[in-house]
């Protein structure tokens, strides 16, 4: 099912000189910019009556904006009884500890068992929403924390702070190697110029800003803190491999079991069989967009990422180097 969508708007002069594609993403924050990329291309966009379908089309200022086209929508998705840990609630937002192993939008190959299918059923007023309320998105075997709006007042307004940079998101990750201290990275990010299912570190990619601590160093191992700065596909993955200490378990991103010198058999097995990324979104801050009242949440770590850590803890106490 789609639903049709009429938006009108109006470039005034501060628009002058952008990107249509980058200034349909101001005007209407709502609305990925991939969604209006698309949108772009199908002739869906008129300027001053007249169909663009240039994403590169120099915004002159003072034009009349006006977008006409069909919104698949969330209605189209089925609504399944499926467990949700809610966090937090209200009128406006919901919060949520989303395990590993759940794709968060339902798409080819996975149209049931999601976290839109979930949210479809406990909170149906998501139907009418962009993205179903969800504003941004985990890995489907990354856990952790979520925000999703319910109304679409909220949703602009989260949408505004992330594009601000203003959400705080703070993962913790196990990765490959030691680390000597934390740092900052930075680098432009974008698809892989022939794996396309693959990010990478590209000249023309997007800027990403990953900043990371260490919490625990181990023989081979180091379990660290990151935060983002930005909000990239895989950027965590992605960034700490391209420093030579890919994630635990993250086989797409250059994985390859570290045994320490003298290895128990017990790590040996957790590090050649971790199941997944061993990253998780353990704390969530904003600013509630109806209150303005600064708001954080924490989720612990799951049990999977706990007893790695608590493998990886017995073998340095028994003095494995």
Partial sequence: MTKPIHLTGLFSDEFRGKRLDAALAILFAEYSRTRLQQWIAEGCVKINQQIIKDTRYKVAGDEQVEITADLPGPSAWQAQLLPVEVVYQDDAIIVINKPAGVVVHPAAGNFEGTLVNALLHHFPEVTHLPRAGIVHRLDKDTSGLLVIARTLIAHTALVEQLQAREVKR????????????????????????????????????????????????????????????????????????????????????????????????????????????????????????????????????????????????????????
Avoid at 208 to 231: C, D, M, N, W
Avoid at 300 to 314: G, I, Q, R, W
């Fill in 170 to 321: 703070e993962y913790e990750a196990i990765v490959n190697g030691v680390l000597r201290q934390g740092g900052t990275t930075t680098t432009h990010m974008g698809r892989h110029p022939v794996d396309r299912k693959r990010m990478a570190v590209v000249k023309t990619g997007k800027e990403a800003i990953t900043h990371y601590q260490i919490l625990q160093r181990f023989p081979s191992h180091t379990h660290i803190k990151v935060q983002l700065e930005t909000g990239r596909t895989h950027q965590i993955r992605v960034h700490m491999a391209h420093l030579g200490h890919p994630l635990v378990g993250d086989k797409t991103y250059g994985y390859r079991p570290r045994f320490p010198v003298g290895c128990p058999p017990e790590l040996r097995d957790k590090l050649s069989h971790f199941p997944r990324q061993a990253l998780h979104a353990r704390r969530l801050g904003l600013v509630h967009p109806i209150t303005k009242e600064e708001m954080e949440w924490e989720a612990p770590l799951p049990d999977d990422m706990v007893e790695l850590l608590s493998v990886l803890s017995a073998c340095s106490l028994d003095g494995t180097q």
